[in-house]
């Protein structure tokens, strides 16, 4: 078994399919990760079980990738409370989470707003604009800069979780451009498209984040690393304070001007 | 049936024979003094920029490892706040450790008595009335020394 926990996620998954429909029954989204370097171990780690559950999905994975030979399992390793399963952030934390809210409600009005857009109208290439305004500055210059520059740096550089969050961002990004190419030349169905596409890669990442890879950090941070990722967040918050009211106001007038002309349209 | 006070019901803790402790002596983890938050001030030392722990008197006495967990690396003040007097010179105190000596975190570590909610409550006063906002984290310890809830509080 020990073989199979140092081994990336994707070759087990390649090898023995049956591992990815388990691990999505435990909640755990390897299958659709496009990287999927993460090894057996640290995934299991990563997500923070119950010792009961840990100890049932090993011995289910080795019941697939080993059936009939008698393996040794690991002992489940978790011995933390059980109140540390609960979701708590740290503030840093609870700060980001408090932004992918933000960008949640974007992402909500964003499919009315393709719905009824028309790449002939200057009004409609307008709003879209607003739309790519929005994503680049809030959710990607500030909010994943925030991640990027200061978050993950506190962690080591390697890991193929951050790789994989990476990889996420840098997808988000090139919908984005492509989106922005798109509207340049008024080709309105390549603007939705790739609208879709960062909404779709968005919304999966910030559950990620928020039910994986948060948790996962707070476990890790010592107080000392929250005590300074707060004071740098802090630092960012207030460079970027007034760009962030606009963008926190712009996101309700849209959230108020979808729902108008949904209403005018019935 | 039980009754009065849960921060001063009397109670013993029957130990059989002694749980396991390392061998030789342990060495403290406290770089400072005085400690009390009565006798310490947000100008010493070594308060600037330090991750701090105010904890409730009884909590170094009930927890067996205190040092190791919660002391290494971190200045400390401490108070009781059942029976501490003039405890608005302790919320004064606290606001210039956020603002003046510029902490980086607190944790408070309290007793699960009820009275013992008060160094919390303390803390969160300040750092409402702070202009400087810091990470405060709560732990709260059992009479036997045990951790029931270690969480990040909101200011």
């Known amino acids: 078994m020990e073989k199979y926990l140092r081994t990336p996620i994707k070759e087990i998954i390649g090898k023995h399919p049956p591992v990815g429909a388990l691990l999505e029954e ?6 659709p990760c496009s990287v999927g370097t993460c090894l057996l171990a640290d995934i299991v780690e990563i997500h923070n079980l119950s010792p ?4 049932r999905l090993m011995a289910r994975i080795a019941g697939i990738v080993a059936p009939g030979r008698v393996v040794t399992l690991p002992e489940p390793r978790n011995l933390r409370p059980e109140a540390s399963r609960k979701l708590s952030y740290s503030p840093p934390m609870k700060a980001l989470v408090e932004e992918h809210r933000q960008i949640q409600r974007f992402l909500a009005v964003l499919p009315a707003v393709l719905d009824r ?3 002939r109208s200057e009004a409609d290439r307008d709003l879209v604009r607003g739309g790519l305004d929005f994503i680049r500055s809030y959710a990607d210059r500030f909010h994943h800069a925030k991640e990027e520059d200061i978050l993950f740096a506190s962690f080591d550089p390697g890991l193929d979780i951050l790789k994989a969050m990476r990889e996420d961002h840098e997808r988000g990004r090139a919908h984005v451009r492509a989106a922005g190419e798109a509207l ?5 169905e390549g603007t939705a498209a790739n609208l879709r596409g960062y909404a779709g890669v968005l919304a999966e990442h910030i559950k990620k984040e928020d039910e994986i890879l ?3 950090m707070d476990r890790n941070l010592s107080v000392r690393q ?3 990722l707060f004071a740098r967040f802090a630092a960012v918050d207030e460079r970027f304070a007034e760009d962030r009211k606009k963008y926190e106001s712009y996101v309700v007038w849209l959230e108020h001007a979808t729902t108008e002309s949904i209403s005018e349209v019935r | 049936m039980m009754s009065g006070c849960p921060g001063s019901r009397t109670m013993t803790f029957p130990k059989d024979g002694g749980a396991e402790v390392p061998a030789g002596k342990v060495p403290s983890q406290l770089r400072q003094w005085p400690i009390q938050m009565h006798l310490v001030s947000p100008s010493a030392p070594y308060f600037q920029g330090a991750d701090v722990v105010l904890a409730a008197d009884c909590v170094p006495f009930a927890m ?3 040092h190791s967990s919660y002391l290494k690396g971190k200045a400390l003040a401490i108070a009781c706040p059942k029976l501490d007097g003039d405890q608005e010179i302790y919320v004064e105190k606290l606001r210039g450790l956020f603002e003046d000596a510029k902490i980086n975190s607190l944790t408070v570590t309290i007793m699960q008595v009820p009275c013992c909610r008060g160094l919390l409550g303390l803390a969160m ?3 409402k009335a702070s202009s400087r906002k810091v990470p405060v984290k709560s732990v709260i310890v059992s009479l036997q020394g045990e951790v029931l809830q270690e969480e990040w509080a909101s200011a």
């Open chain 1, 26 to 31: 435990y909640n755990i989204g390897c299958v």
């Open chain 1, 52 to 55: 009961e559950d840990e100890g």
């Open chain 1, 117 to 119: 857009f028309d790449a």
């Open chain 1, 184 to 188: 340049a030349r008024c080709d309105g």
């Open chain 1, 214 to 216: 948060y948790p996962w």
């Open chain 1, 226 to 228: 929250v005590g300074e």
């Open chain 2, 64 to 66: 067996g490892d205190f």
């Open chain 2, 125 to 127: 006063q300040a750092l």
